[in-house]
């Protein structure tokens, strides 16, 4: 891969994740960059090593992962940012049986708690808290605002609105079926849900 598509990639995708303006799914990464400004970069290196050692889609994966996980550069430059690449793929590849223990600690909690509701009961929701306290991964409260769409609620609310632009920003590369995923785990989400 050329290290000038690797630059206008991480262009894209900064821009997704960093501005409410721009959605890489509607712009389909359309980005301008120009040749010179790239040559004149200091980070050139960095960009050079991972056309050369990465293919396109493991290098979408990698920069997504780093944006995710808080690094607003997308990692390249960071020393943690292949470290950060490799937890994300292993979360990627247990996101149902992760989904499936938060569904289990979402009721766990919503028993103790006498909570109806993970996503509208109270200011701030419990799958919000937990979230904010560890307890269950970003990629569950993605995949519940895919299936039961909660987000747009709290997108004004001072302490959920960066939590709501992540979840809003990182839904498009999380790939889920729905119908088998609803299906499966209809029990636990008609109680978490209250339905």
């Not at 780093?66 to 997308?74: D, E």
């Not at 989904?99 to 006498?114: G, Y």
Request: charged share 35%; net charge positive; hydrophobic share 40%.
């Amino acid at each position: 891969m050329e290290p000038f598509t690797v630059y206008k990639l991480y262009l894209a995708l900064k821009l997704h994740f960093t501005t409410d303006s721009y959605d890489i799914t509607k712009h389909k990464g359309a980005v301008r960059g120009k040749k010179e400004t790239f040559l004149k970069r200091k980070d050139l290196t960095a960009i050079r090593k991972l056309a050369r050692d990465y293919k396109k889609k493991e290098i979408i994966d990698l920069l997504v992962a780093n944006f995710v996980s808080g690094n607003k550069w997308g990692g390249i430059f960071d020393e943690f940012c292949i470290e950060n690449y490799k937890k994300f793929l292993t979360t990627r590849k247990r996101m149902l049986y992760n989904l499936d223990t938060d569904l289990d600690n979402m009721l766990f909690r919503m028993e103790r708690d006498n909570i109806k509701s993970v996503t509208n009961e109270g200011e701030h929701p419990l799958i919000f808290k937990m979230f904010m306290g560890g307890d269950i991964k970003l990629e569950t409260l993605v995949i519940m605002e895919k299936l039961y769409p909660f987000i747009e609620d709290y997108t004004n609310d001072f302490v959920l609105e960066d939590i709501c632009r992540l979840v809003r920003k990182y839904k498009p590369f999380v790939h889920i079926d729905k119908d088998e995923v609803k299906q499966r785990f209809a029990g636990k989400f008609a109680q978490c849900l209250n339905q």
